[in-house]
């Protein structure tokens, strides 16, 4: 271990996290509860606990606690939110999601990811999560209305299966924006007939996997 990194969750929390824009009580003690170090490569298991993304294989990664704190926060999740979240990586989003949330319904389009996740998130006795391996834009329309979505992936655009699967007065939190360009974080809210956008904050996602007939399907 690093002598200057976070040796655990709670250090992590104490010393990158919670001394910043966190202070919701409910996300500050999941992300000190989930073990960052159950979801990073056995390779990278020495930098589990500091403030960076990490790579997780298949040219994905595993986002920075930071953020994660942070679009967790903003999506304003109750104990009876049913959630979509489109990226499931290598699974610790999700498990922060579900640590708060009544249910999570996740995607990931590439097989080894997800099942590599499924495995993690059993070990810890996760209950209320559902995967799926398909292609993320297209959400999840057997299960919907979902009151948050929350993707984890940059896309360029809206994906309209997302907003028409969002619950009335529900809300989505996505990066939007092009690979290597600038991405902004935008929490949707859904009103009626209204769509109300707001940028929360510059950040750098890998981008959303489009399925298309040309390229080879992960699932």
Known sequence: MHPHLPSNSEEMVNTQ??????????VIQVM??????????EKHRALAFSDQALPIGEN?????????????????LKSSSKVLELGTGSGYQTAILASIAKSVYTIEVI?????????????LNFSNIHFKCSDGRLGWQ?????????VTAASEDIPPPLLNQL??????IIPIGRQHWSQDLVLISKQGKRILKEKLLPVRFVPLIRVTPQKHKKC
Request: charged share 25%; hydrophobic share 45%.
């Open 32 to 41: 000190k509860m989930i073990p960052r170090d159950s979801f990073v490569l």
């Open 167 to 172: 619950a009335d007065n529900g809300k989505m």
């Open 142 to 150: 057997e299960q919907a209305p979902f009151d948050r979505i929350i």
């Open 17 to 26: 996290i919670s001394i910043r824009d966190i202070n919701a009580p409910r």
């Open 111 to 123: 097989r080894t990811l997800i099942d590599r996740a499924q495995i993690v998130l059993s070990a």
């Open 60 to 76: 994905q990664t595993i986002s920075q606690p930071y953020v994660v704190a942070f679009m967790t926060q903003a999506l304003d």
